[in-house]
């Protein structure tokens, strides 16, 4: 073994630990097989931590996490703590801190799976939403003027440094010159009504082509595009866009490819750590029932070997959730599967024992 990889785990919330086990169970069994070094760091974070003694991520956390190698993250999200305080607080502080400024979102519908689009299978539905992670609306700016009086203001602004647009749009530009598709990327903005932010991701996005002459581009309006997913997904290959559009396309994204138990994501920088989460949430009332769907979490996993450039480890993994959702799983649903949280895990492990 060269490398020996230093791997954070943040379990998280309710199902998030389940999932985690399973994504460590697929780890383990693909490490075996391709010679991966790896050594596990657990951290307890989230909202049990937060309600017994009031922490949420503290400084030394931070510092530990900003030295792995890769962070594997189950879910924050409590349902006894207010909505804001564990997201901001863990997740998003781990954005910001961690200069995480990539938010990656394959949307794939693989064979087996269902997509509520009619008439849609796999081969329309496979494209990248590369996410801006750490600015726009999530950067907290704002305020009240007046608070709960009748003259009340409430100011959320969204902020947009040309560096940060600048960063995200470059990376998307290289993403999409290395992905084996089309060498198609679209921005995705607001272009008519939003005439400082979208103008100013728009001459970036511009400038930034003339480096990539073998990408072909395209603008469309968020309300159009998301549109566009639905009515033909075929059309794209990689979009770019701001944090809050990013959010709520990569929603439509998720259930198009199958659903929240499928969908996984990466958050990077380029030049530091990265994290790799399920994007469903912590779903609590599934909570110790082992009936939530445990691809989501593996195939973060998948993502995070990819990203190591342990491509061998990667593609086996990619066959075996392949081979789970092709041969076994009947539904991707909590409680529909026609398994276990663990069951999946173990079909996976034994896809990946078989791998030849
Ligand atoms: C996501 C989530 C988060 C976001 C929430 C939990 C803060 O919806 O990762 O997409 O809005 O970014
Ligand atoms: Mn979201």
Redesign the pocket.
């Known amino acids: 073994m060269s490398k020996e990889y230093n791997i954070a785990v943040i379990p998280g919330d309710c199902t998030g630990p389940e999932v985690v086990d399973e994504g460590i169970k697929a780890l383990e069994a693909v490490s075996l097989k391709c010679g991966v070094g790896f050594k596990l760091n657990e951290f307890s974070l989230g909202g049990a931590q937060y309600i017994e003694n009031g922490t949420l991520l503290p400084e030394d956390i931070l510092q530990e996490l900003s030295e792995m190698d890769a962070i594997f993250l189950g879910a924050?999200?409590h349902p006894d703590v207010k909505p804001g305080i564990l997201?901001?607080e863990i997740?998003?502080k781990l954005r910001f801190e961690l200069d995480l400024y990539i938010?990656l979102r394959p949307v794939v519908l693989f064979p087996g799976v269902d997509t509520p689009l009619k008439n849609k299978g796999p081969e329309d539905i496979d494209f990248v939403v590369i996410r801006e992670n750490t600015e726009g609306m999530?950067a907290g700016s704002g305020g009240f003027f007046r608070k709960k009086t009748p003259d009340e203001v409430a100011v959320q602004e969204s902020i947009n440094t040309r560096k940060g647009v600048e960063r995200c749009i470059r990376y998307a530009f290289e993403y999409c010159v290395n992905r084996n598709k089309d060498k198609h990327l679209t921005l995705c903005g607001k272009r008519n009504v939003l005439l400082y932010e979208s103008d100013l991701w728009y001459r970036v996005f511009n400038e930034v082509q003339k480096d990539y002459p073998d990408v072909q581009t395209e603008y469309q309006h968020v309300d159009a595009l998301c549109m566009w997913i639905i009515k033909n997904p075929e059309q794209f290959d990689v979009i770019v866009t701001n944090?809050m559009f990013g959010?709520i396309i990569?929603?439509i994204g998720a259930i198009i490819q199958g659903g929240l138990g499928i969908a996984a994501?990466g958050n990077i920088n380029p030049e530091g750590t990265a994290m790799f989460?399920p994007?469903g949430?912590s779903a609590p009332k599934y909570t110790g029932m082992n009936k939530i769907n445990p691809l989501a979490a593996i195939s973060a996993v998948q993502m995070m070997m990819e990203y190591l450039g342990e491509n061998d480890a990667a593609k086996i993994l990619l066959v075996a959730i392949k081979n789970v959702l092709r041969n076994d799983l009947k539904n991707m649903e909590a409680g529909k599967m026609g398994y276990g949280t663990s069951e999946v895990g173990d079909l996976v492990v034994s896809y990946i024992h078989n791998h030849i």
């Open positions: 924050i999200g997201e901001i997740l998003l938010n999530y944090n959010d990569t929603d994501g989460e994007i949430g």
